[in-house]
C-alpha cells in the first residue's frame, strides 16, 4: 500500500527535446508530492513539489502534474540540457516521511 | 546559509566493527530523517526525529542499529557488528518545521558505508 511505482527507469533524449517521468501511488492519504534529482556522489535535491489541492505547477522548465482521482503525478523537463542528465526520484510523504519511487535515469544527449 | 552536512563522507568498515556517522542538519530545523540508499535504489525511511523525540523508527532493519539527537540538533547513527549487507549510501535530512506531512525535506551528501 505505500509504495510508488516509477516509470521509465531509464530515459534517453536529445537535447532540446522534452522528457516526461511518471509516477503512481496507493495510499490516499497522501497529500505532498516533491520530485528530487540526484547527481552522482550528492544527496538528492528538491527540484520541484506540488501538494494535493493543486493540479499543475510550473517552474521554468520544469513541471509537474498531479491527478488525484488516478494516483498519479509526472514530472515534464521541456527544452532539455546536457546539465539535467541525473537520477530524478519522485515521492510521497506519509506521516512526515518519504517514500520513494525507483528512480528514472536521465540521459540528455548534446 | 550552510545546508545539511554529514561526515564522515566515506566510512570502510570491516564486517562486525561498529560505526558512527553524524548528521549536522540546517540550523533551527526542528525535523531530522535517516534514510538508507542501496546502489541504485530510491532512499529508503529508516528513522525520525522531531527535536529530541525519535518519533517513528519503523524503518531500522535489525536492533543493531540505534539512532539518537540528545539536544535536538545533531544526529547520530550508530551500526553495531556491520554486516555486508548494511553497505550503502546513508542520507540525512532536516526539515524547518512540526514534522507535517508536507514539510520539504533537505537531503545532506550521504556517506557511503562499505562493509568488507
Known amino acids: 500500500g505505500e509504495n510508488v511505482e516509477q516509470h521509465p527507469s531509464t530515459l534517453s533524449v536529445q537535447e532540446g527535446d522534452s522528457a516526461v517521468i511518471k509516477c503512481t501511488y496507493s495510499d490516499s492519504a497522501s497529500n505532498y508530492f516533491p520530485w528530487y534529482k540526484q547527481e552522482l556522489g550528492k544527496g538528492p535535491q528538491l527540484i520541484i513539489d506540488i501538494r494535493s489541492n493543486v493540479g499543475e505547477k510550473k517552474d521554468q522548465r520544469i513541471a509537474v502534474t498531479l491527478n488525484k482521482t488516478a494516483k498519479h503525478f509526472s514530472l515534464h523537463i521541456t527544452e532539455t540540457q546536457p546539465e539535467d542528465s541525473a537520477v530524478y526520484f519522485c515521492?510521497?510523504?506519509?506521516?512526515?516521511?518519504?517514500?520513494f519511487g525507483q528512480g528514472t535515469i536521465l540521459t540528455v544527449h548534446p | 546559509g550552510a545546508g545539511v552536512s554529514q561526515s564522515p563522507r566515506y566510512k570502510v568498515a570491516k564486517r562486525g566493527q561498529d560505526v558512527a556517522l553524524r548528521c549536522d542538519p540546517i540550523s533551527g530545523h526542528v525535523s531530522l530523517f535517516w534514510y538508507q540508499q542501496a546502489l541504485g535504489q530510491g532512499p529508503e525511511f529508516l528513522t525520525y526525529?522531531?527535536?529530541?523525540?525519535?518519533?517513528?523508527k519503523s524503518g531500522l532493519p535489525s536492533d543493531r542499529f540505534f539512532a539518537e539527537r540528545p539536544e535536538g540538533s545533531v544526529s547520530t547513527l550508530k551500526i553495531q557488528r556491520t554486516q555486508q549487507e548494511d553497505s550503502a549510501v546513508y542520507l540525512c535530512?532536516?526539515?524547518?518545521?512540526?514534522?507535517?506531512?508536507?514539510?520539504?525535506?533537505?537531503f545532506g551528501p550521504g556517506t557511503r558505508l562499505t562493509v568488507l
Open positions: 535530512a532536516s526539515s524547518g518545521t512540526s514534522g507535517g506531512p508536507g514539510d520539504t525535506q533537505y
Open positions: 526525529f522531531q527535536n529530541e523525540a525519535q518519533l517513528d
Open positions: 515521492a510521497r510523504t506519509s506521516y512526515g516521511k518519504l517514500t
